[in-house]
């Protein structure tokens, strides 16, 4: 069994239809550096997806966001709502932030809901 604090499969957003469905269904909120999509699933938990386009940075960039954007569920699930999915999408400019700065903005949206 795995603990709170992982981030298994099952809570993974894989599927490109998924992603679709969310971006176009789903209750967006917005920062500065971010678009935050929420909409309700079937499923007993949270699953989280994350888009990072070309305009955010070179590969090492984007790849590094993804990572700490998972670090960032991984360790404050409890703030997604349960039964949820929720895609994370990087505006331009996201790429300079730094963990923390990346962080605040998403408990920014997260508090709203």
């Not at 920062?31 to 499923?43: K, Q």
Request: positive net charge.
């Amino acid at each position: 069994m795995m603990g709170l604090n992982a981030f298994p499969k099952e809570e993974r957003i894989r599927r490109r239809a998924d992603f679709l469905k969310i971006l176009r269904e789903g209750k967006k909120s917005q920062t500065e550096h971010f678009w935050v999509s929420f909409r309700p699933n079937v499923l007993p938990h949270r699953r989280l997806g994350i888009t990072v386009g070309k305009r955010v940075g070179p590969a090492v960039v984007r790849n590094l966001l993804k990572r700490r954007i998972r670090e960032f569920f991984r360790q404050n699930k409890i703030l997604f709502p349960e039964e949820t999915d929720c895609v994370v999408t990087a505006k331009e400019g996201a790429g300079r932030l730094n963990f923390w700065q990346m962080a605040n903005e998403l408990k920014g949206i997260l508090k709203e809901r």
